[in-house]
């Protein structure tokens, strides 16, 4: 089983640098690195060791090993920058799997390319063998809305992906921008070629341009014939997400090989001929951006022939509920404890919630509320402090059941904000929810249900804050 998990490993990338396999509690298993002077495969001596001693900038919540064990769901593509316990800073482009036995799950096992050491760059970034085949993409079902204005965008969607008119999406972060780009691709007559999807910013701008045009070996210290994005993604789509990221410079080079189908890759005196559709995202509105000169206006009206904004999640409250709804049974899938829905107060405090981080947010909170959840139905223990404890949200929130706004605890909460502890802040918030559900529902066992914990618990919290009942 593990041989296998390692043949597959092999295969993301046309070259791994490193594999590392973890058990269930974080134990490294096995650990190899290429070593570049002698061309061979070696062990890294870290058998036996934690993950997080071995990298100490880690956390549980940050390593990609603890994050698909947790999830069941592999990580792809991902860039991450880890500092060792010698102090050397090592930034890697992995893709990170769970292993399964007999259903379950029993570690991670990660493949890695090495792109810098301290800073100072290797090579070329690669990209994922497997992302080339356009399967398993996001398409119109993917996108969970009951709001008019999202599903005349999604009808939108369905007309434009039949041309091969370029697209620009606009939204702001964490609004699903790739999803919308898939949905292009999955329903457009490129289907069936590849999609390749490339964030403009989390590239150095000197590696951006060989990873965009590709390279001929010896152009520069290190080089290799590589082909780039715009090659791969020949008679397909290419996605760059983040498009104002992008030098000003290279905004002209790439300008230049859309309009003429053609390039040269670094260090080539060969044009080569291309056939690609370009979608592009930006999380800003692009006259804004070419007023501050991030955004060539030439590149922006070449690449906004047709222009999609994506409304945030707080001007399409009516979405919450349903995809709160929808991120819960995605999680049951994995989660040891399946949770049934939400309290009656969490809703009100999730549909009064601004959401700044939009789907991405909403779906985190579901994530974090099903690693604490306690009982079946996730209540105000089980929520990001950030948005439990939200100032705007506690003066705006009208409680259901008949229990009343209190505009004393938003101002408590202000004044404990920049004077008192969090610890303090929570626990005088928690209070008052207790005073106003007891006030309101007349008993314990009444007010329990409404704050969607049991009967024991809320005593013990009446107990605690000496509240008089």
């Given at each position: 089983m593990i041989l296998k998990n390692i043949e597959f490993m092999a295969n993301i990338y046309d070259k791994l640098d490193a594999l590392l396999i973890t058990n269930r509690e974080g134990i490294i298993e096995y650990s190899t690195k290429f070593d570049t002077q002698d061309k061979s495969i070696k062990n890294e001596g870290y058998t036996g060791k934690s993950i997080l001693e071995v990298y100490p900038s880690l956390t549980e919540e940050t390593s990609s090993h603890f994050r698909v064990m947790r999830t069941g769901e592999p990580i792809v593509d991902e860039r991450q920058t880890l500092t060792d316990l010698n102090g050397r800073a090592y930034t890697f482009l992995s893709s990170t799997h769970p292993i399964e036995y007999n259903n379950q799950i029993i570690g991670a096992i990660e493949g890695s390319v090495l792109l810098a050491i301290d800073g100072v760059p290797c090579k070329q970034e690669p990209f994922a063998q497997e992302d080339l085949s356009g399967k398993g993409l996001y398409n119109l079902d993917s996108i969970i809305t009951r709001d008019s204005e999202m599903n005349l965008i999604k009808e939108r969607i369905r007309k434009v992906a039949e041309n091969d008119s370029a697209v620009m999406i606009i939204g702001e972060t964490g609004t699903g921008k790739e999803l919308i780009a898939q949905s292009l691709h999955t329903h457009s007559k490129r289907a069936d070629k590849p999609f390749i999807s490339q964030n403009c910013s989390a590239i150095p701008s000197n590696l951006l341009e060989s990873l965009l045009f590709g390279t001929v070996k010896g152009s520069y210290t290190g080089a290799e014939n590589q082909k780039g994005l715009l090659e791969l993604a020949h008679q397909g789509t290419l996605f760059l997400d983040e498009l104002n990221s992008m030098d000003i410079s290279l905004q002209g080079k790439i300008l230049k090989a859309i309009e003429e189908k053609k390039f040269r890759q670094i260090g080539s005196s060969k044009e080569k001929t291309v056939n690609v559709r370009i979608v592009s995202a930006m999380n800003e509105e692009p006259l804004k951006l070419i007023g501050r000169k991030e955004l060539r206006s030439d590149l922006f009206y070449r690449l906004g022939v047709i222009q999609i904004g994506i409304p945030p999640l707080r001007k399409r409250r009516g979405d919450i509920p349903l995809l709160t709804d929808y991120f819960i049974q995605q999680f049951n899938h994995t989660s040891s404890r399946p949770i049934s829905g939400v309290s009656d107060i969490v809703e009100k405090i999730f549909m009064n919630y601004d959401w700044p981080g939009n789907i991405r947010e909403l779906r985190n909170a579901v994530e974090y509320a099903s690693n604490f959840i306690a009982g079946s139905t996730i209540t105000l223990n089980d929520i990001p402090e950030a948005i439990l404890y939200s100032?705007?949200?506690?003066?705006?929130?009208?409680?259901?059941?008949?229990?009343?706004?209190?505009?004393?605890?938003?101002?408590?909460?202000?004044?404990?904000?920049?004077?008192?502890?969090?610890?303090?802040?929570?626990?005088?918030?928690?209070?008052?929810?207790?005073?106003?559900?007891?006030?309101?529902?007349?008993?314990?066992?009444?007010?329990?249900?409404?704050?969607?914990?049991s009967r024991q618990a809320l005593q013990y919290k009446v107990m605690k804050y000496r509240i008089d009942v």
């Open positions: 100032g705007k949200e506690a003066a705006d929130s009208t409680w259901v059941s008949g229990v009343p706004n209190s505009p004393h605890v938003a101002e408590n909460l202000s004044v404990s904000t920049s004077r008192e502890p969090l610890s303090k802040m929570v626990a005088e918030y928690e209070k008052s929810l207790i005073q106003q559900a007891l006030s309101s529902e007349g008993s314990v066992t009444n007010a329990a249900r409404l704050l969607g914990t």
